[in-house]
Each structure stands twice: as structure tokens, then as C-alpha cells.
């Protein structure tokens, strides 16, 4: 079973998505307060709904929000940034050597996000 682990950092707080088998899904960014970091985990099951833009395809097309986005980054790894309604990022991933694995983050962080409980 998937969960949000939330943990303090030296400049504020944040949280991991988590699978069942311990590995990370998605991380958020940090945020200055607790109640903020519980509100962009809402956010995170509220917006996994979202479909895929993918951004590795020449001529894409845009998704409305929330979305995933699927991009290279400039090492040639394959990430995904879930944005919420509002354009905000609220999760993203580790690097993927092969786009087929950061699809499959994707497909995990749909499938588990919205059941995940809290640990703090």
C-alpha cells in the first residue's frame, strides 16, 4: 500500500509518494508550513486524474490541467511533473533511463495516490 510520507527538511516540509514496495513515486516541493504540505498532498489526489502530455513527442499536444507532463531533462532522463488545476506543480519524479518506466511512475502515482494514508 502506498502512502505520503511527510518530513521535516532544513528549510521547511515536504513529502514523498511512496509505494509499497518503498521506492519513491513523486516528491513535492518544499513548503513552509505543515497545513500547506497536507494541502499539496490533497492536491496530488485530486489532480492524478490528469492524462499525459507528453513533451518527448515533436509537436505535442497540449492537455489541459491538471495534467501530467512527460519530459526529457537535459541528462536524457525521462521525468513527470503532475500540475494541478491552476498550472501549479505539485508532485515530480526521479529520472528514468527509459520512457516506459516514467510511464509506468505515472500510472502508479494514478493508481495509488488517491487511497495513500498520511504518515508523519
Same mark, same amino acid.
Given at each position: 500500500?502506498?502512502?505520503?510520507?511527510?518530513?521535516?527538511?532544513?528549510?521547511?516540509?515536504?513529502?514523498?509518494?511512496?509505494?509499497?514496495?518503498?521506492?519513491?513515486?513523486?516528491?513535492?516541493?518544499?513548503?513552509?508550513?505543515?497545513?500547506?504540505?497536507?494541502?499539496?498532498?490533497?492536491?496530488?489526489?485530486?489532480?492524478?486524474?490528469?492524462?499525459?502530455?507528453?513533451?518527448?513527442?515533436?509537436?505535442?499536444?497540449?492537455?489541459?490541467?491538471?495534467?501530467? /507532463?512527460? %519530459?526529457?531533462? =537535459? #541528462? +536524457?532522463?525521462?521525468?513527470?511533473?503532475?500540475?494541478? &488545476?491552476?498550472?501549479?506543480?505539485? !508532485?515530480?519524479? /526521479?529520472? %528514468?533511463?527509459? =520512457? #516506459? +518506466?516514467?510511464?509506468?511512475?505515472?500510472?502508479?502515482? &494514478?493508481?495509488?495516490?488517491?487511497? !495513500?494514508?498520511? /504518515?508523519?
Amino acid at each position: 500500500m502506498a502512502k505520503f510520507v511527510v518530513k521535516e527538511t532544513a528549510s521547511g516540509i515536504k513529502f514523498n509518494l511512496v509505494a509499497g514496495n518503498g521506492q519513491v513515486i513523486a516528491t513535492s516541493e518544499v513548503y513552509e508550513s505543515k497545513a500547506a504540505c497536507l494541502n499539496g498532498i490533497e492536491s496530488v489526489k485530486n489532480s492524478c486524474v490528469g492524462n499525459v502530455e507528453d513533451q518527448t513527442v515533436e509537436g505535442y499536444e497540449e492537455v489541459k490541467h491538471p495534467k501530467f /507532463e512527460l %519530459y526529457e531533462d =537535459k #541528462a +536524457g532522463e525521462f521525468r513527470f511533473r503532475l500540475k494541478a &488545476k491552476n498550472g501549479q506543480i505539485v !508532485a515530480a519524479s /526521479e529520472g %528514468y533511463s527509459a =520512457k #516506459a +518506466g516514467c510511464l509506468n511512475g505515472i500510472e502508479s502515482v &494514478k493508481k495509488n495516490a488517491p487511497d !495513500a494514508e498520511i /504518515e508523519e
